[in-house]
């Protein structure tokens, strides 16, 4: 696997709209901006992220990411969709806090590990993301 890092750009979640979550009518307004080397993500709440990487995925092979145990073992959650076929860009990085507690998050270390999956010979598949032209093609 491959440690991937967080970059130093936050967008936090905030619940001062007092707004029902929709994910199919999300307002960017629920998000407040932040850049710096930490973040605190508040309790029972969640940050968005990038990795600092950028991906380029080949043809023949799928990823999944799990996140890191430091942070794991901490309540905090990363949540990564799968990089899919000809899949490329920056990550983006659901951070959760699960505690009752504000948590720190570290930009430039590593947040979640990369498992690479590889086809074999022959089994490629036969529509790719690109293909696709899939919503989150860089």
Request: with cysteine; glycine share 6%; net charge negative.
């Amino acid at each position: 696997g491959y440690d991937m890092r967080v970059a130093p750009e936050f967008k936090i979640f905030t619940n001062a709209l007092s707004a029902v979550v929709d994910p199919k009518r999300f307002d960017p307004k629920s998000f407040v901006e932040f850049m710096g080397d930490v973040c605190i993500v508040p309790p029972n709440s969640f940050a968005l992220a990038s990795s600092v990487e950028y991906f380029r995925i080949p043809r023949n092979c799928l990823t999944i990411c799990v996140g890191k145990s430091t942070y794991a073992r901490c309540g905090i959650i990363v949540n990564v969709t799968p990089f899919e076929p000809e899949w490329e860009g920056y990550v983006t990085l659901e951070i959760s806090n699960t505690t009752p507690l504000p948590a720190r998050i570290y930009a430039h270390e590593g947040i979640a590990q990369v498992l690479f999956f590889t086809a074999d010979e022959g089994d490629e598949c036969e529509v790719s993301y690109k293909d696709k032209k899939g919503k989150y093609q860089a």
